[in-house]
């Protein structure tokens, strides 16, 4: 590599990470064209001329843990001088600030998969030849005079003969609630200009997320505004690359390439932020590093921003804290064997791992009756929503999350005994599932569980206490659950029932299961589930997959529950055949 050669690359590498902060190697080595190695070189070039520093965040997804450069908080003027952009225009074209970058730590798995993606894209469509990737860029935090989609990650532009094109991605969560989802796509439909739609490119997390994404894209009266939107899902995009895969377009049966889905223009598009032909220079810097910063921040909460403070604790936490972090935000009040049983892990190293967290100030625990319980704090409930790239009021309200206070537990309510109720049915369910070598592999809250549809012309909705799927190798038997303490009355049974009947008819069941879930009621005992059997025939509810039982002793662990249909109370049975493995009520008998 010529000194001449070198100087213009790590300008070029430099433009970079400027637009792309927390950039790997990999990444920037498909970007330039070059060698990872070759990458390496210039990242620690600039990182020894004080240009640049980096930060090693675990990405739990990919189960990675590499240096990710992004430009030092102190360089920015110098960059204004050398570049002829002034810092504020620099600031506005790309996430430069540290508040930018301190916002993307809790988000590092969505930033590597955005970068990767342009960074893949760029390799495929120089070894394609026809096109070529000439600027992108991560899309800065704040949102005054944004000129980007509402949430969008990312843009590119695309420059072929045939002209050029400007797009955006964003990548969609796994953990985002629906009801976000369907929040971002309607503040996109308010402010879209209809004579000059955005092209957005969505990655949706899984199939589920595809159809919220199809189904609340048509539903908008503004549909042709948003006409360029273009799914697919990070599956696809992950086995394919982002230009082989496959793009659906809202509501039409065409299938497209990357190419087929954005059409050039004639128009050349400028790059937003380019710096050809700058000089670097050695700068010196006497700014502390940030991951040195965030060490510190870690265990001093309180004496740090709340941005700084999420970020420090989203470096700290391991992919298993994360995990453990997560099953109590979503299924808070959880003791230490229901969180092992869940986890499936030894309950030593459950408690282990809590008593670290706790002095992270990552949970705390309580006491119910007696008992020793465990919840997350307001601290985790941010870095848990920033991950997930939703504000934490609406990650709490969609997602139905929560980092439970104080006052709260004092509560004697009966909600509180409701909810501490269903913990014990899924931790039940759980147990009797590994005893008959399945598991449970997706327990849902209530909020989660919820589902809302139209029947009849009619809007009809379900919301059971929970559902989830029990797993045994390739297969799964997805469920719906109901737990009655004895507190519902006739009036909501009819309702409860009428909902259940338009879901099971109208097959809706397949926006989120593979196959036809089984409808569970629990009982707090025979009483309870005894009302629920009058219901069941009171509202001619009797075809339904419906499985019941009653709670019982849920402390004393002895033996399966036993299950019934409506029309064979005598006649109960486990709810794992031991040789049929189905939740079929006609084979619930077949152990």
């Given at each position: 590599?010529?000194?001449?050669?070198?100087?213009?690359?790590?300008?070029?590498?430099?433009?970079?990470?400027?637009?792309?902060?927390?950039?790997?190697?990999?990444?920037?080595?498909?970007?330039?064209?070059?060698?990872?190695?070759?990458?390496?070189?210039?990242?620690?070039?600039?990182?020894?001329?004080?240009?640049?520093?980096?930060?090693?965040?675990?990405?739990?997804?990919?189960?990675?843990?590499?240096?990710?450069?992004?430009?030092?908080?102190?360089?920015?003027?110098?960059?204004?001088?050398?570049?002829?952009?002034?810092?504020?225009?620099?600031?506005?074209?790309?996430?430069?600030?540290?508040?930018?970058?301190?916002?993307?730590?809790?988000?590092?798995?969505?930033?590597?998969?955005?970068?990767?993606?342009?960074a893949e894209l760029a390799a495929q469509l120089r070894a394609q030849g026809e096109m070529a990737l000439v600027d992108a860029g991560s899309l800065p935090i704040a949102s005054a005079n944004r000129w980007w989609p509402f949430g969008a990650d990312a843009y590119g532009v695309v420059r072929g003969r045939r002209g050029a094109a400007r797009f955006f991605v964003t990548w969609d969560r796994a953990g985002v609630p629906d009801g976000y989802r369907r929040l971002r796509i309607r503040k996109w439909a308010a402010e879209v200009n209809p004579a000059e739609p955005p092209w957005v490119f969505v990655v949706c997390a899984d199939a589920h997320a595809a159809r919220v994404w199809d189904a609340e894209l048509r539903s908008q009266a503004s549909q042709a505004a948003l006409s360029e939107v273009r799914l697919t899902t990070a599956d696809e995009v992950l086995a394919s690359g982002p230009r082989a895969a496959i793009w659906s377009i809202p509501g039409a049966p065409a299938r497209l390439r990357f190419e087929q889905a954005l059409p050039?223009?004639?128009?050349?598009?400028?790059?937003?932020?380019?710096?050809?032909?700058?000089?670097?220079?050695?700068?010196?810097?006497?700014?502390?590093?940030?991951?040195?910063?965030?060490?510190?921040?870690?265990?001093?909460?309180?004496?740090?921003?709340?941005?700084?403070?999420t970020a420090a604790l989203a470096i700290v936490t391991s992919a298993a804290d994360k995990a453990c972090l997560d099953w109590l935000a979503r299924h808070p009040r959880l003791s230490v064997s229901e969180l092992a049983l869940f986890l499936e892990l030894p309950g030593r190293v459950v408690a282990r791992r809590l008593e670290l967290l706790a002095g992270d100030h990552a949970v705390?625990?309580?006491?119910?009756?007696?008992?020793?319980?465990?919840?997350?704090?307001?601290?985790?409930?941010?870095?848990?929503?920033?991950?997930?790239?939703?504000?934490?009021?609406?990650?709490?309200?969609?997602?139905?999350?929560?980092?439970?206070?104080?006052?709260?537990?004092?509560?004697?309510?009966?909600?509180?005994?409701?909810?501490?109720?269903?913990?014990?049915?899924?931790?039940?369910?759980?147990?009797?599932?590994?005893?008959?070598?399945?598991?449970?592999?997706?327990?849902?809250?209530?909020?989660?569980?919820?589902?809302?549809?139209?029947?009849?012309?009619?809007?009809?909705?379900?919301?059971?206490?929970?559902?989830?799927?029990?797993?045994?190798?390739?297969?799964?038997?997805?469920?719906?659950?109901?737990?009655?303490?004895?507190?519902?009355?006739?009036?909501?049974?009819?309702?409860?029932?009428?909902?259940?009947m338009h879901y099971f008819e109208t097959t809706e069941w397949r926006e989120r299961f593979s196959t036809e879930p089984q409808l569970l009621f629990v009982g707090a005992d025979r009483r309870a589930e005894q009302r629920v059997r009058s219901a069941v025939v009171a509202n001619g509810a009797t075809h339904l997959p419906i499985l019941l039982t009653t709670e019982g002793p849920v402390s004393s662990g002895a033996g399966s529950w036993r299950w019934a249909s409506v029309a064979r109370d005598a006649e109960r049975g486990a709810l794992f055949p031991a040789v049929a493995g189905s939740l079929s009520v006609g084979r619930l008998h077949g152990e």
């Open positions: 590599m010529t000194a001449r050669r070198s100087e213009a690359q790590l300008a070029e590498a430099l433009a970079w990470i400027v637009r792309l902060p927390l950039l790997g190697d990999r990444e920037l080595a498909g970007l330039l064209g070059i060698d990872e190695i070759d990458a390496r070189y210039l990242r620690v070039e600039l990182d020894q001329q004080g240009w640049v520093e980096w930060l090693a965040p675990r990405v739990v997804e990919l189960d990675e843990q590499r240096r990710a450069a992004f430009l030092r908080a102190d360089a920015l003027d110098d960059l204004a001088a050398c570049s002829g952009f002034a810092a504020h225009e620099i600031a506005h074209r790309a996430p430069v600030r540290q508040t930018d970058v301190l916002a993307r730590i809790p988000r590092i798995a969505t930033v590597t998969a955005v970068n990767r993606l342009l050039l223009r004639s128009t050349d598009l400028a790059a937003l932020l380019a710096f050809p032909g700058m000089c670097l220079h050695q700068r010196p810097s006497n700014m502390p590093v940030l991951r040195d910063r965030l060490r510190i921040a870690a265990v001093r909460p309180a004496a740090r921003s709340i941005r700084e403070d705390r625990r309580l006491e119910i009756e007696g008992t020793e319980l465990w919840c997350v704090t307001a601290r985790t409930l941010r870095m848990l929503a920033e991950a997930e790239g939703v504000p934490w009021n609406g990650y709490e309200r969609y997602g139905a999350v929560s980092a439970p206070s104080t006052a709260d537990d004092a509560a004697t309510r009966p909600s509180m005994a409701h909810q501490l109720g269903i913990n014990h049915v899924f931790a039940r369910l759980a147990r009797d599932a590994q005893a008959a070598g399945w598991r449970l592999g997706v327990w849902r809250n209530e909020a989660e569980s919820a589902h809302l549809f139209v029947s009849d012309g009619r809007r009809a909705w379900i919301r059971p206490d929970g559902s989830g799927a029990f797993w045994r190798g390739h297969e799964e038997r997805p469920f719906l659950l109901e737990y009655d303490r004895g507190t519902l009355d006739a009036g909501d049974y009819r309702g409860k029932f009428a909902g259940y």
